[in-house]
């Protein structure tokens, strides 16, 4: 019995929540292993009571079984609650102010569309905006700004985002050919999305809004353990099938310290040209979903050829003049609620 042993069977404790373990996420801190006793020293960061107590119970499930182990002791130590709060709206990234997420339980929900639409009327406020397309297996930036160039390197070896509408730019389909799929496990996956977090030249923005991929997994939980997010927005549209994840996806960010700023509906209806509308994906769940959970909604966005049209081309629909497009207008209402609940520092 030794600590390298300990070690890789610990690997078989997931963090609440994840598919990623204890060990890789670098939770356990120290293994000793004395005459009839082994004593682990685990370290977390998190206000949900339950986190650590699931910790607890998985780490001895898996150790106490094993032959001649002895005595096992699970040492935790949480860190202080308020003094992980109080880091919030400090960023880690050197030249930007405020780091926004945009994430959903689940695909196919438009959250790319929203992260993009979201950048843009940022934008329109007078405020300098990156946007990081962290969905390395599904990049869309790429196309939806219409954006082919690769990025150079700078004197410091980082990586020089690409511009387009006014907004810095960043995302792995900037550095792929169009038919060229990404293919890396994870922690090859954590590797990228660090390096587009902490080595691109930024620099200067007021917001940096943080495409995720869909759901719960490491990518999300590495992001937030690399660099301090002011808040997030989830993604929905408004069948249950979708609420279900966006709940998934709530509690997860909860769990890590992150702020909830709000819930955003995404196709909430479809408006044809006789003003009817059709609310093809079930009505106001998101509204609903957003009083149960607590959070604040908001804003609904409904579905229509032209936002798929200009997504496609490369000119976001939240480019289109507010005062004459609906889904353009609701867009600049939540970005305005955006800038309330996350002022720039």
Known sequence: MNPDFIREALRQVRYPGFSRDIISFGLVKDVKCEPGLVTVHIEIATRDEKVPQQIFQDCHA???PLPDIGTVKIEIDVKDAPAAAATIGKSSIPGVKRIIAVASGKGGVGKSTVAANLAVALAATGA???LC????YGPSVAQMFGVNERPMANEHDEIIPLEAHGLKLMSMGFLLEDRSPVIVRGPMATRYTQQFLRQVAWEDLDYLVLDLPPGTGDIQLTIV???TVDGVIIVTTPQEVALIDAR???SMFAKVNVPITGLVENMA???????????I??????VREAEHLNVPLLGQIPINVETRERGDSGAPIALAP??????SAAFHEIAAKVRTKIPIV
């Open 225 to 227: 353990q690399t660099v």
């Open 62 to 64: 898996i150790l106490d």
């Open 133 to 136: 397309d962290c969905d390395l």
């Open 281 to 286: 994906f079930g009505k106001e769940g998101g």
């Open 322 to 327: 507010p005062a004459s497009n609906k889904v």
């Open 269 to 279: 209806w479809f408006e044809c040209d006789a003003g009817k509308k059709y609310y």
């Open 248 to 250: 998934k996806a709530v």
């Open 128 to 130: 300098k905006v990156g």
